[in-house]
């Protein structure tokens, strides 16, 4: 066994960890245990006595303090599965070294191109080692390269104990991918005070905000009867739902949207004469942003069911996850420490907000506020998948000066 954050990457990018949305277990594929034990096996080789796997497939790990300040419990996390996207059987890394710009073409299916065009990133690993797919599965840095740089970091910690740190705990997930990463994470058991999750891309960038997200369900009972003697009479439920679609703002779209503007997404219509149903997204970074998404589409609907009088609708909002930024920013240490600890690494901090919800702002909400860092991934859940070596290292560095910031900030 050796020990570089490549030499690990490589190892366990190989084991199929893909998780399964339509499966009610958890883990939802007992193949995500496969990594599972070999990363139990290689803590416990590293001296992390009590690395051990639980039923529902989460590794937890504990690198002891070795210092007598009172630093806080932290926690690092990463996820062992795969998203569902693309498959991520057989995969075959490919390594370009010493990468001198271009396209890089993939070599198992030589339609599929990382284009600097299209990833732009790529101007800045002159002269670095990229690792990509050969084109025929995703890669896995999402969460793998996470994975490998948390242990490369612990490694490095063991073999190095004039470092000193507080305690530190690892933990490995299944399920993020599918939503469900956090539900089986026994935090009193992890007894972490704050966490981070390696599950991040461009090195520098650290995000502490996610969406606040809500879902829509609209439901239509319209009038039916035979067409033949509707005249007057009938309000097909089928149009009026199709009329609320229609007339959704066309600037507040995935597809129009960026950065820190939310949107109003329809995920699923269906319906018959007689009723119809609608159901959306809403996304948005503050809550009132998201209240006046959901009145403008409750205004939509009130209008649109005022043209067809003598059918009825219900109008239900269903919380689905919040911001992490309202927990995290009641712990401002928690940014401040990560922060020095990039500029450390000799990187430039960049603040950035996630369109989408994490397993950080689950664990958040659950009590564990948790910031994402970078682990240089790039074109996730795809065949273009890709990271290079030099920023798998920036990420261990990055955690290695993380723990000594916190060490040294302690009381
Ligand atoms: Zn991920």
Partial sequence: MTDTVLDRFLRYVVIDTQSDPASDT???????????????????ALGLSDAHLDEHGNVYATIPSNTDRQVPVICFCSHMDTAP?????????????????????????????????????LNNQIGNDIVTTDGTTLLGADDKAGVAEIMTAAAHLMANPQIKHGTIKILFTTD???GRGADKVDLAKLGARFAYTLDGSTVGEIENETFSADGVVIEITGVAMHPGYAKGKMENAIKAVSDIVARLPRDIAPETTEGREGFIHPVDMSGSMDSAKLQLIVRDFTEAGLKEKEDLLEKITREVMATYPDSSHTFTVKHQYRNMRQVLDRHPEIMDNLEEAVRRVGLEPVRHSIRG?????????????CPNIYTGGHAYHSPLEWVSVQDMEKAVETIVALVKVWEERAA
Wanted: net charge negative.
């Fill in 357 to 369: 919800g994490t397993d950080g702002s689950r664990l958040s909400f659950m009590g564990l506020p």
């Fill in 176 to 178: 993020e991918e599918i």
């Fill in 26 to 44: 958890q883990p939802s594929t007992e193949k995500q245990k496969d990594l599972g034990r070999v990363l139990v096996a290689e803590l416990l």
């Fill in 85 to 121: 996207d693309f498959t991520g059987t057989n995969v075959k890394p490919q390594m370009v070294r010493n990468y001198q710009g271009g396209d890089i073409t993939l070599t198992g299916d030589t339609s599929q191109v990382i284009r600097v065009a299209s990833h732009p990133q």
